[in-house]
């Protein structure tokens, strides 16, 4: 079966600093990978997806994603971090046993110090 | 912009209470998801449905039911709310093509006493 790890439950980066967050999957096929963000008190936000091609995806509010094959990779990144950027973020991966569904980690919550 | 909207953002019920969780989406999708987000675990799927009156089990379906009547409209039912489904619960929809690209609502905060 398909699933998700985030190994960071909790980062903190100082504002104006370079973020990485990291996603790994396991699934047997190409698979189709998301990252969400949820604000506090808010739903879930689509950030940005890779379906195929360019394995350099960007997205919304400065974020850009690596998909790296070998590794199992689909890390999330940000030069700069805001402190509007303070979330919880989550990584999922698409499936497709006749109805498609997402499998999602279990979130990594990003606290921004001034 | 799609919107979709939760009938409540907090809800205080007793255990063994029937609870109606509502959703409701305004793009005319034809997938609806309910989810259930705790600490540590992630969001897990609860069921989805992919057609008016069609619904399908996700990865927790126990305990819960639900219900698809019209299109925009998408419900969770809890027969009988125990604590251990205390919990936030968040309705996504999504077109036919790609399933995946899901909206989420902004969540009910169930607490079961």
């Known amino acids: 079966a398909q699933s998700v790890t985030q190994p960071d439950i909790h980062i903190t980066v100082s504002e104006g600093a370079s973020l990485e967050l990291r996603c790994n999957y396991s699934?047997?096929?190409?698979?189709?990978l998301f990252w969400y963000v949820q604000s506090p008190g808010q739903g879930l936000q689509l950030l940005l997806k890779?379906?195929?091609?360019?394995?350099l995806v960007q997205g919304i509010k400065g974020f850009e994603a690596e998909f790296k094959r070998s590794q199992s990779s689909f890390n999330l990144r940000k030069p700069s971090v805001h402190w509007s950027d303070a979330a919880e973020y989550f990584c999922?991966?698409?499936?497709?046993?006749?109805?498609?569904?997402?499998?999602f980690g279990t979130g990594t919550r990003l606290t921004i110090i001034p | 912009d799609v919107k979709v909207t939760q009938s409540s953002r907090y809800l205080v019920k007793r255990t063994g209470e029937k609870v109606f969780l509502e959703c409701v989406q305004d793009?005319?999708?034809?997938?609806m998801f309910w989810y259930r987000q705790d600490p540590g675990l992630g969001l897990r799927l609860i069921y989805f449905?992919?057609?008016?009156?069609?619904?399908e089990k996700g990865d927790i379906p126990e305990g819960y039911s639900v219900s698809r009547e019209k299109k925009e409209r998408f419900s969770l039912i809890l027969e009988s709310a125990s604590t251990n489904q205390t919990s936030m619960y968040l309705c996504?929809?999504?077109?036919?093509?790609?399933?995946?690209?899901?909206?989420f609502g902004p969540g009910t905060r169930l607490t079961v006493t």
């Open positions: 996504a929809s999504s077109p036919t093509e790609p399933t995946w690209e899901q909206y």
């Open positions: 699934y047997g096929a190409t698979p189709y």
């Open positions: 890779y379906f195929s091609g360019d394995t």
């Open positions: 999922a991966v698409g499936v497709s046993f006749g109805n498609e569904k997402l499998t």
């Open positions: 793009m005319d999708h034809e997938n």
């Open positions: 449905s992919y057609d008016v009156k069609m619904k």
